[in-house]
C-alpha cells in the first residue's frame, strides 16, 4: 500500500507536470524518490511493500518522463511553425518575435 504522504507527492507532482513547471517537476521528482527510499528503507528486506512503492516510483516517473517529453515535442514543433509562417507574414522586414504561453 502506498503512503499517503507518497500519494499528495505524486498529486502535487502530476499537477506541476501538467502546467510544465519544470523547476518544480524536478524538485518534487527528487522529493518523490526520497521519501519512497526512506519508506523502504525502515522496512525489513524481503518485505512485498518494497516491490510495490519501487513499481509505483518506476510507473510515476515514466509517466512524468512520458508527458514532458511530449510537452517539449509539441512547444518545438509550435517554434517551427511560427518560423516557417514568418516567411508568409507581409511584415518581413520586422525582427523575428516568438511568444509560447507555459
Avoid at 499517503?4 to 505524486?10: C, K, S, T
Avoid at 516517473?61 to 517529453?69: D, I, P
Amino acid at each position: 500500500m502506498i503512503s499517503e504522504p507518497l500519494r499528495r507527492l505524486e498529486a502535487e507532482l502530476r499537477r506541476e507536470t501538467v502546467s510544465h513547471s519544470y523547476k518544480d517537476v524536478e524538485r518534487l521528482v527528487r522529493l518523490v524518490c526520497a521519501t519512497a527510499a526512506g519508506e523502504t528503507g525502515r522496512l525489513a528486506a524481503g518485505d512485498s511493500r518494497i516491490l510495490e512503492i519501487a513499481a509505483w516510483v518506476d510507473n510515476l516517473l515514466e509517466w512524468t518522463r512520458v508527458m514532458l517529453t511530449t510537452a517539449r515535442a509539441v512547444q518545438a514543433a509550435e517554434l517551427r511553425q511560427a518560423y516557417f509562417v514568418q516567411g508568409y507574414l507581409p511584415y518581413t522586414n520586422l525582427p523575428a518575435r516568438t511568444s509560447l504561453d507555459l
